[in-house]
């Protein structure tokens, strides 16, 4: 689902080859934003992500949750890279919550051992964070992340969006990773409104 600009709680334009995907969930903008801004807790709604490497200490290193416990880590295409500092390794379940903030610079793995690197450039608590990744040929991806009350739920939303001189390419590839930026969306709406479900019942 896409949201346009006539929505005052999501001031995304999709113009100028922007990409903008949105999700509903029961659960309340709080417990969506304690996924959406945790860079320990994407692996659970994003299958793209692999590994994050945060700069920041307490944010650490972060494995995809389906990872084995214990023992050593492969150099598997989904091993931490060299660079990585060593005994940092954290699982969500069992980390405290680090929500990204102005200036965190973030490394990400995704498939096939891709990897991209960016900093977090704006941060409105519990509402909205921006991220810039720079990629080659002179572009850059902006993906800004917002959630906002809905019914008596909330509505989460990604737009991402490529400048630079050679912009082209970068936002027609966009459009190819539209279908997975859904497929996160809803998986964080879902996961959401299940923690929920389980805080309630607890």
Request: hydrophobic share 40%; charged share 20%; aromatic share 6%.
């Amino acid at each position: 689902m896409t949201i346009g600009t006539d929505d005052p709680r999501h001031p995304f334009d999709e113009g100028n080859g922007g990409v903008i995907v949105a999700a509903e969930s029961t659960a309340p903008p709080a417990d969506v934003w304690a996924l959406l801004a945790d860079p320990q807790q994407w692996a659970r709604w994003a299958p793209h992500i692999r590994w994050i490497q945060a700069s920041r200490p307490r944010v650490a290193t972060m494995d995809a949750p389906q990872r084995p416990r214990g023992g050593s880590r492969s150099r598997g295409p989904d091993a931490a890279p060299p660079t990585a500092p060593s005994g940092t390794a954290a699982r969500a379940e069992h980390s405290e919550p680090c929500l990204v903030a102005p200036g965190d610079r973030l490394f990400v793995r995704g498939p096939a051992g891709t990897r991209v690197q960016g900093v977090v450039t704006h941060v409105e608590p519990g509402h909205r964070w921006d991220f810039r990744i720079r990629l080659p040929a002179a572009q850059w991806l902006d993906s800004a992340h917002v959630v906002a009350p809905w019914g008596t739920g909330s509505r989460v939303a990604t737009r991402l969006r490529v400048d630079g001189v050679f912009a082209g390419p970068g936002r027609i590839a966009l459009e190819g990773y539209r279908p997975l930026a859904r497929i996160a969306m809803a998986r964080l709406a879902r996961i959401a409104a299940a923690d929920q479900g389980r805080h309630e019942a607890g």
